[in-house]
């Protein structure tokens, strides 16, 4: 890796950082597509490379979430609870399976596009006084189980799925955001582990590129705090815009993505 390379890779994890760290997002699914295609991340490298992102990254919003007292609740500990036995599963599947990434950009794509256009529809014009029946433990641990296992296979941080999805059905972006972001830091340090095991006794790029995932991590690091001690002075109306541009943002990128 070069100079040049690893001062674009701190920068881009530093902006997408300060960016996503509000609403709970790692912002390792928009690094993702420019790891590899400016970068130049081999595939399936990529996916533990990515997951290394989140573990540089993500104690730098976390420390911030941590001293303001919203870290730790039921919340975390289900996602938490879900997410990593998924993430093992997904890294397994990832290594040996090697699924192909159009059927799973489509698949965000159909999720996320419709997912964040509602969000901002509904904040906006919120056609019922009453709030969303929030969903019951037992189905955020199911999409936890499901959204860890999305992450090993393809690195990717659990708060760009399960956060549209939470505040979309009544809890407040200041809840979710630090239980989203504590899933993906535990799940990422686990998912990054298993890659370098299994790299041990498989062939090709498996290991993650090492010096540029530390680079956009320290990127990371630094705009997950800054993002991260925005929060508090954003109102709930504007995360939740942001949430939702993101997630539509994000379907779109990869349905275009998946169509080339």
Same mark, same amino acid.
């Given at each position: ?172 972006? /200041? ?52 993002? /991260? ?8 109306? /504007? ?22």
């Amino acid at each position: 890796m070069t100079w040049s390379t690893g001062l674009a890779g701190l920068a881009v994890g530093l902006l997408i950082a300060v960016v996503t760290a509000p609403v709970g997002v790692s912002g390792a699914v928009f690094l993702l597509p420019v790891q590899l295609s400016v970068l130049g991340v081999p595939n399936p490298a990529i996916t533990p490379t990515n997951l290394l992102f989140n573990v540089v990254a993500g104690p730098g919003a976390l420390l911030r979430y941590r001293r303001e007292g919203l870290l730790y609740g039921p919340l975390t500990r289900r996602l938490v609870t879900g997410t990593l036995p998924g993430v093992v599963i997904g890294a397994v599947i990832r290594v040996f399976a090697v699924p192909g990434a159009t059927a799973f950009r489509l698949l965000v794509a159909a999720l996320l596009m419709p997912l964040g256009l509602w969000l901002i529809g509904r904040t906006l014009r919120p056609t019922r006084p009453a709030r969303a029946a929030e969903p019951s433990r037992r189905a955020i641990t199911g999409m936890a189980l499901v959204v860890g296992v999305v992450g090993g296979i393809y690195g990717i941080g659990g708060g760009s799925i399960l956060g549209p999805i939470l505040v979309g059905r009544g809890m407040s972006v /200041a809840r979710v955001a630090p239980a989203a972001l504590a899933s993906t830091f535990t799940t990422s340090v686990t998912g990054a582990a298993a890659f370098a095991l299994l790299s041990l006794t498989s062939s090709g790029d498996i290991a993650p590129d090492w010096y540029l995932g530390l680079a956009c991590g320290l990127g990371g690091l630094i705009g997950g705090y800054l993002g /991260a001690h925005l929060q508090p002075r954003l109102p709930e109306t /504007a995360l939740r815009l942001l949430l939702g541009a993101l997630a539509t943002a994000l379907g779109a990128l990869y349905a275009v993505q998946s169509l080339r």
